[in-house]
């Protein structure tokens, strides 16, 4: 009489819909693309899954991080994860199978990082926070149990005679907890359903203030949010949640969920150098974090800050006014314009060649994080011309970065 075959056990990589806000980062990283999606969920096929984690840190929510002991026979597929609304209890393994479970849990923890390193290609930044950084929370509130935000300001923060509108928008929390760092973001529920009749997903939003409230010491933060009008080809577009909060007036309530983020973080030892780029609304985090640096000014050795930032013209750049009025031994500006009549083209890696020098004195303190934020085709531009800066001094851009990267000190949070 034959043996019966040994049962093969998987652990089968899984995202809870509970928690994911559907932001596409797991999709993008993924690569060897196990990663797809419908209108209802993100999903990871099992047959094409290697467990490299590559898209285990840019999660912003940690939804991406959840694993099942499956027999490989019964595992969960493609189609079962699309019709989930959250993740279904853990099986019960037979004996047998058990026993294989535990060598497949010992096999999981020596297998640390990917064979090759297909995340080094596509995850740029850094997967830890810098050491100083403080504690985020993360997740408090989910989509089924929000947290209700009172509007109590909605600005425009671009030229009204410009297409590009943008909304300074503030949400007040009253007596009820929502810790937030500088760096991290939140969910905004936009009301009504989708094309299949369901409830719109969350949208995801970088916070524009500091971890002590827009207003110091209110339970409040703000938003930069643009008036989506076009998709990326130029095609007119409706976006759902950015209308939704532009066209918002005082004291209308918003639906909120979050926070998010547990790596873009600001550090908190007061000698830490900062070099922001940015783009757009990829502004919010930096405001956040000069702010935060501001508020600071006579209590501690506040370390440099330098910014980095484009946009078409002066009058679409948030926040340009209360900007330009930052004392310049504070901050160093520099403006990366490319429409501007009158003047030539010019991006935000241009820029930094043009300040080769002093961003070079920079990246050779250890004190130094960098954070890059705005649309995702930014971050080729900023990281050869970071090489490019590395280069001109004789030094090697693929240690510094890997340094960068494991130290928690360089950081990429596109879109």
């Given amino acids: 009489m034959n043996a019966p075959l040994p049962v093969e056990v998987l652990k089968q990589h899984l995202i809870d819909p509970e928690i994911c ?6 999709e993008e990283t993924c690569p060897v693309d196990a990663i797809t999606h419908d209108s209802n969920n993100y999903v990871v096929d099992p047959e094409i899954c290697n467990g490299c984690m590559a898209c285990v840190p840019p999660c912003p929510t940690g939804s991406i991080d959840n694993w099942r002991l499956v027999v490989r026979a019964e595992a969960y597929s493609v189609q079962d994860q699309f019709g989930w609304e959250e993740l279904p209890q853990e099986k019960s393994l037979p004996v047998d199978a058990a026993v294989a ?7 999981a923890g020596a297998q640390a990082e990917p064979a090759a390193a297909p995340a080094m290609l596509v995850t740029p930044g850094a997967a830890v926070p810098p050491w100083s950084a403080a504690h985020p929370y993360v997740n408090l509130y989910t989509h089924k149990t929000p947290i209700t935000a009172t509007v109590v300001g909605n600005y425009r923060v671009t030229g009204a005679d410009t297409e590009s509108d943008i909304h300074h928008i503030v949400l007040d929390f009253g007596e009820q907890p929502f810790p937030v760092l500088e760096g991290q973001s939140i969910g905004i529920l936009p009301p ?36 989506v009008t076009q998709d990326h080809g130029g095609e007119a577009a409706h976006g759902v949640c950015s209308n939704y909060l532009c066209d918002l007036a005082k004291n209308d309530t918003v639906q909120v969920i979050g926070p998010f983020g547990h790596t873009f973080l600001m550090p908190n030892h007061p000698k830490a150098n900062l070099i922001m780029i940015c783009t757009g609304t990829g502004s919010a985090p930096m405001r956040a974090m000069t702010e935060r640096s501001r508020r600071l000014i006579g209590t501690a050795d506040i370390g440099k800050l330098m910014l980095f930032f484009g946009a078409r013209t002066e009058r679409e750049l948030p926040y340009f006014g209360p900007l330009m009025k930052l004392p310049r031994d504070f901050i160093d500006i520099n403006l990366a314009l490319s429409r501007e009549p009158g003047q030539p083209k010019r991006y935000v890696q241009d820029l930094l060649l043009e300040r080769a020098a002093q961003v070079r004195g920079l990246l050779a303190d250890r004190n130094t994080c960098i954070y890059v934020c705005g649309l995702k085709g930014m971050e080729v531009g900023v990281l050869d011309a970071l090489r490019e800066v590395v280069v001109q001094s004789g030094e090697d851009w693929s240690i510094l970065h890997e340094a960068l990267r494991r130290e928690g000190r360089l950081h990429f949070e596109t879109y």
């Fill in 21 to 26: 806000i559907r932001c596409n980062t797991c």
């Fill in 101 to 107: 479970g535990d060598a497949a849990q010992q096999a």
């Fill in 192 to 227: 009504g359903v989708d094309a299949m009749g369901r409830p719109h997903h969350a949208r995801q939003y970088s916070l524009a203030s500091p971890r002590d409230g827009e207003r110091a010491g209110y339970n409040n933060l703000s938003l930069t949010v643009k008036r």
